[in-house]
Every structure is written in C-alpha cells, then in structure tokens.
C-alpha cells in the first residue's frame, strides 16, 4: 500500500501449473487445491474442447496429434502470460520442453507422478483419451508410454508421487508446495 494514494499495489499472485501422466489427479486434486487457495481453475484439454467445438479424441482423429500439440503450445503462451490460476495440464504438455520454460516464467510447476499400475487403474475405464485407445493391451500401452516420458517428468524438481494418494491428500500437498514456493 503506498501511504496515504489509497493504492494497493499488490504482488501478482503466481500460477500453480500442474504437470504429470494421465491418471495423476491433476484435474481432480488441481480443482480442490484451486478453491481452497481462492484461484481460478483451469483445464487446457476443456479449453481445446471448447474452442474447437470437437473432443480431445476427435481432435485426435480429424487433425492429427501434431494439430493437438500446436493448440496445446499455443494455449501454454495464452495461459502463461495471466496469473493467479491453478492450470491442469495435459499428459503430453512435456514432450516440447518449450512448455515448461514458458510457464515457469509466471508459475510453479508441480509435477504429480503416478506410477504405470496405478495410471492404468485410474484411467481404465475412461474412453476419451486417444493415446490409450490405440493398443488393446492398455496396461501395456500405459507402462511404454510412461518409460518414455518418465525422464521428463522427473526431470521436474517439485514433485509429488501420488500413487498412493487420495485426491484430498494430494490436494493438501499440492498447496503445502505451491505456498512454500510463491511465498504466501
Ligand atoms: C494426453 C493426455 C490427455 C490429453 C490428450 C493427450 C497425453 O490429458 O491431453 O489425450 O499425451 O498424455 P490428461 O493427462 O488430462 O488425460
């Protein structure tokens, strides 16, 4: 507050950018860190959805994945340059190291691990993600996509192994690490 101008200048409040493999409670656990920590939030593949007027797996199926991937890079910029939001991420965000640079600049990236057994739980049932669909073996499909994207992830310094997490509890760790990192 500047004495007297009645002005308050107050710190722009970092995003919370949550990172991590299919099934990792990014959407789930980034809703309810969100509301306790009174930011707004928000779901890159909802967002694609809605401003392509298709889903990720008709995206997936009309335009290609690369098509996907530049809506992704693009909406990573547009996301990066407000603040005060907690963002899920899509699985894939790592894949273009770009990403992570670009939100880093205005947030704290949390990467929640999920372990291949468990990714495979959590998401068996789900049919709106492409990426699983294509094999019929899809604990098969879960673990090598996992192997090939473990060293990104865990190239991520803040990270939570949510494996053995409920939602709540990863909720809790989430907002423990994001106010020890943004200073609130
Ligand atoms: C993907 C993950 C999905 C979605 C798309 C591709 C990936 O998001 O972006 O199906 O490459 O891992 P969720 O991680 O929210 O399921």
Redo the contacts with the bound molecule.
């Keep these: 507050m500047e004495a007297g101008s009645g002005i308050c200048y107050s710190k722009p409040v970092k995003n919370l950018v949550l990172v991590?493999?299919?099934?990792?409670g990014?959407?789930d656990a980034g809703k309810v860190a969100a509301k306790r920590l009174g930011m707004a939030f928000v779901d890159?593949?909802a967002i694609i959805e809605v401003r392509l007027g298709q889903t990720?797996s008709q995206v997936?199926e009309a335009k290609g994945e690369p098509f996907?991937r530049e809506q992704?890079r693009a909406l990573v910029r547009e996301l990066s340059a407000k603040m005060g939001q907690v963002i899920?991420t899509?699985?894939?965000i790592v894949?273009d190291a770009g990403n992570l640079r670009e939100f880093e600049r205005t947030g704290v990236v949390v990467c929640c691990w999920v372990d291949a057994r468990v990714a495979y739980e959590r998401t068996k049932h789900a049919r709106h993600?492409?990426?699983l669909e294509a094999d019929a073996d899809r604990l098969a499909r879960v673990e090598s996509?996992l192997r090939v994207r473990e060293p990104l992830y865990k190239a991520i310094p803040l990270r939570v192994d949510t494996s053995a997490m409920s939602v709540e509890q990863q909720a809790n760790e989430l907002i423990r690490i994001y106010k020890q990192q943004a200073g609130g």
């Design positions: 991590g493999f299919m099934g990792s990014k959407t890159m593949d990720i997936f996907f992704e899920a899509g699985g894939g894949l993600r492409p990426l996509l």
